[in-house]
């Protein structure tokens, strides 16, 4: 048996975690990571709430219990970057950067300086190991429930992580995890899942960059036409594929199919068929896999968004920084900034950032 961290946010999913790897044996320590706990008008941030079920939790398990400070490296790590990416007027994933830089690499890193030998988060995925002497390889799958499934999120995560990471819930459906918890009689059993923002909770991505982005009023022009149609709060706070938000009522809803940051200007159209809202080929920079590269003699498929279906896929290397992506099916809305993932079978080969 090891001595495994557990990340432990306060959740039901996490808690679950805890209380099977207790039940298997393990030395468990359960971890808080305290990331953010910076309050936003309107939207108290939940954090002293999570950390205090995180902390009953352990109690409840009688395991020992830590505290990992992460404020500054997290500001710096995901936040600032997102607000970055959010002003070049792409979309970024703050999950996603939270994974790799923050809970696979500080929190593992952190956790085997203090006395680990693995670590386990509630996230739904797997991991495949492969004892070589005298490495351990390791690769990620999906979660058996693909409802549920967290890998468009790990996709940045490393071999030697993952070699180090344990993911139990990923064994188990969404019900079976809550059957589970009640089962261990875990106060956060009937917890509701976290919504929004992944460090700030059920608040918007425009109410939080207003909070850090001065946001100067454009036009809005219908793409087609060319008129100006409406006045926006600022071309950052727009995505492509948005409908709701753009204060253009009339006739048929408008979506966003462009934006000029250096003009402030938002691009609209009523034509759900333009051909800027669909996509059959992609190009992806600041590639990472997790193992080998894919081959360009095979085919697999890739997920474009968190849930979206997979969609099979070609790729082709115009060099080691820059792939791009042959989709069988057109796909709607994929937005610069965005990850795209790709999958063979259920393993997942890794990925990279659309242009």
Known sequence: ????????????????????????????????????????????????????DAKRVAVQLGIDFKVFDFQEEYRQKVVDYMIREYQAGRTPNPDIMCNQEIKFKLFLETALEDGAELIATGHYARVRRMHEQPAVHASLLMGLDQNKDQTYFLYRVTEEALAHTLFPVGELTKPEVRAKAAAF?????????SQGICFVGEIGIKEFLQQYVAG???????KKTGQHIGQHEGAIFYTLGQRHGLGVGGGLPYYVVGKDMAKNVVYVTTDLNDETLWRSTLTLRQLHWINEPPQENLAYQVRTRYRAKLIECRVHFEDDDRLT?????????????QSAVLYLGETVIGGGIVE
Not at 185 to 191: F, H, Q, R, S
Not at 216 to 222: A, H, L, N, Y
């Open 216 to 222: 100067e009023p454009g036009q809005i022009i219908d």
């Open 325 to 337: 992506l042959d989709l069988k099916d057109p796909e709607r809305a994929i937005t610069p900034g």
């Open 185 to 193: 009689g875990l106060v956060t059993a009937a917890k509701k899942d």
């Open 1 to 52: 048996m090891s001595r495994v961290y557990v990340g432990m946010s306060g959740g039901v999913d996490s808690s679950v975690t805890a209380a099977l790897l207790k039940a298997e044996g393990h030395e468990v320590i359960g971890v808080y990571m305290k990331n953010w706990t910076q309050d936003l008008p309107g939207m108290k941030c939940p954090w002293a709430e999570d950390l205090a």
